[in-house]
Structures are given as C-alpha cells and as structure tokens.
C-alpha cells in the first residue's frame, strides 16, 4: 500500500545482482498465511468473493488480499489486508469513527477493554494516505494468537480510532517505514525474534487470476511455485521495498531502458509509474494518458515484459488490459500524479511473479510464477 505518512524514512541500500539456487534442502521453520482475493469496489461488506467470473465486474481488479488474525485474551478475529508497501500492523477499535462514508467496520473490529492482556502504550498514530483517506489511533500491545493456539506475545499494533480505510492493515515492510519515531520489531521481526520462523523473510504467491486465494509463506520458499531459478535482487534505495527494473520488452520484440526503482507492493491493485517513466509505455501500447484504447487494437495473445538483472518477467495482454464495454479496453498500467509520487508494480506484476523478500539480508528472489499445486519448501538460502 502505497502511503505518505509522518516521520517516513527512506531505506538506504545499494542495489546489485546475483543469480543464485538453493544451497540446501532442509525442514525450515515456517508460517503459512492464506488469504482470501476481495473486491473492494463491489464487495465491502465484509464477505470474501466467492467467485470471480464474468458475471462480477472486475474491470479495475481493485481488490485486497485479506487474512484472517485473532487478537487479545478472549481471542477476537478480524480480517486486514495483507501489505507489502507499509510496515505496520493496524485495525480499528469497536469505538472507529468512519470517514468519508467508507464502512471501516466491515472486516472486524478489535474491542480493548475485553482483552486482559491488551496494553495503550500512548504513542499517537496520525497516518495521511497518498488516495487522501487519513488514519488516526495509537499504539499499543497484545497478544496473537495462531489457528493451532501458538501465542505470539505482546505484538506491538495500532489500534484506529478515526479511520478512512475498509479495512485494517497487515503491513510486513521494512521496520525503517513505520509510521512511529521509536522502532519496534513488527510482524516478520517479532515471528522470528518468537523463534517461529529463523528469517525475517517472507514468500509472496498470489495464485492464478482466478483463483480465491492465495498465501504468504514466512521463513521459506517453495520452489514448486515459480519458473526456473529464483534470480537473487538487492532491495533497491528506496522509501517502499522494492528493486531496480531494468528495461521492458514490447511484443514486438524490441527493448526500452528504463533504469527505475519500483516497489513490489501487494496493496497496490496495479503497475502505477510516474509520468516521465509511464507515458512512454503508454504510448508504445497505443494507449492514452487515461489508460484507453479500442480492444479490437489488442492482441490479447501477447505479452509485455519487465526485464530486471537476471530475470525477466512476461504480463499477458489478458492481464493487462480489461474490457470496459463498447469497444473500450483500459490498460492497468496508471500514470502517478507527478514525478515525485514513485513507482509501484502491485497485482498486475505480482500476479505473474514469484517474490519472495528477506528483510534480514535485504535481498529479493524474483522468478516468472508457476500456478502448481505441488510444494516444496526450502528454507532462505539467501
């Protein structure tokens, strides 16, 4: 989720490549998190979709990826979106205010007073999202609870009392992106500082386009699930976790530099590019500033490809662009506001990658994704 908050820090570390393969074949620690595909522009009411057909209008794809987390004494869960563009782990109180109309109830609510082991720590919490929603709370600790009874004690979270969003957050970035001037260990550093995983690390597989689902697989990587060798990326000085793309391919067979730094962000719904970097690949795909076309231009058996230090990863036309009706096609690659905003490849990129972060060493496996339903999970080898 791509987000301007206060006191944001920008990452500072070098970029570089190596191709690289699993070392070893061990039995790692790790913790498995599904999570359901929601419609959030025709489904907020709470319920996941329960299917994605031609009958749902998906046009946008403006969708979340919800898991389900329990919280405090008595056990209280709720859904949020699971986030690879922001750090921390945020849901509204029972007592939210909702802004702006939006039904920030709808996935759960988390009540502090029923929870024994619920702790305010009284840091305040004054978030700005980039779409204009504002998020408002404090910090505090509880414990977390896992579907085997498994505690994670006093996970340090934001309770919203003032919220914009539909739903809570799951944020599993970098502990340099929270939105708070002191540090903590936040969900992939607390898993691993509990011993539950031996990697601040974390697998991405959203699952075929169709699919309901998809998981999140912390302290492991299963190579049954993507194409080839996992290209090894150093994260990329910059404020969202993410790396360098080197160039794109058209179908035509010709190359483009783009020499760019792109977050890898689940909360963002599709590949959003500054103008300067934008507007020229717009132009090559025959479609406007506002994303249009004519979908009789489209020839949806092809393919566009982003080409990074070691891998290259092809997004089809049937992905890339979405039927408005009346001959209109509508690409799901956006202009940002300004060459300040930053660059984000959300699902329309992730849906057709493999991604799996290490927050440890600071490195980023990409691979093409394989929709298999084999597994074999390896531990983090680098």
């Known amino acids: 989720m791509k987000y301007s908050v206060i006191n944001l820090l920008v990452q500072t570390v070098v970029a ?8 070893e074949k061990r039995a790692p620690k790790t913790l498995n998190l599904s999570f359901d595909v929601v419609l959030t522009n025709n489904n907020d009411t709470g319920v996941p979709v329960q299917s994605r057909d031609e009958t749902i209008q998906i046009q946008y794809r403006d969708l979340q990826y919800k898991t389900q987390i329990t919280m405090g004494s008595n056990k209280q869960s709720l859904y949020v979106a699971l986030d690879t563009g922001s750090s921390n782990l945020w849901f509204p109180s029972t007592h939210v205010t909702c802004e702006n109309g939006v039904s920030c109830k709808s996935y759960g609510t988390f009540n502090e007073k029923t929870s024994t082991t619920y702790k305010n720590l009284s840091i305040p919490i004054y978030a700005n999202y980039v779409d204009g929603s504002n998020a408002f709370g404090y910090y505090a600790t509880d414990d977390y609870y896992f579907a085997d009874g498994t505690k994670l004690p006093n996970l340090q979270f934001g309770l919203i009392t003032q919220d914009g969003k539909y739903s809570g957050l799951l944020g599993i970035g970098l502990e340099k992106q929270e939105d708070t001037p002191q540090k903590y260990p936040n969900f992939p ?14 697998s991405l597989y959203l699952n075929k386009p169709d699919a309901q689902s998809g998981n999140i697989l912390f302290g492991g990587v299963d190579t049954a699930k993507y194409d080839g060798d996992l290209t090894i990326l150093d994260v990329a000085n910059y404020p969202w976790v993410g790396v360098q793309v080197q160039s794109y391919t058209l179908p035509d067979g010709t190359t483009h530099e783009l020499q760019i730094n792109a977050a890898l962000d689940s909360g963002t719904t599709y590949i959003g590019l500054i103008p300067s970097v934008g507007r020229p690949i717009l132009d090559a795909l025959g479609v406007d500033d506002s994303g249009y076309t004519y979908c009789d231009s489209v020839n949806f058996d092809d393919h566009l490809t982003f080409n990074f230090d070691g891998v290259s990863i092809k997004i089809p036309y049937t992905l890339l662009f979405t039927d408005q009706g009346y001959n209109m096609c509508r690409s799901r690659i956006f202009l940002e506001d300004n060459d300040n905003s930053g660059n984000f490849f959300g699902d329309t990129f992730l849906q057709n990658a493999y991604v799996a972060y290490n927050l440890d060493t600071l490195k980023i496996g990409l691979a093409q994704a394989n929709y298999a339903t084999a597994s074999n999970v390896v531990d983090f080898w680098f």
């Open 16 to 23: 570089s490549v190596a191709l690289a393969a699993p070392l």
């Open 189 to 202: 550093f607390a898993l691993k500082n509990a011993g539950i995983i031996d990697h601040a690390a974390y």
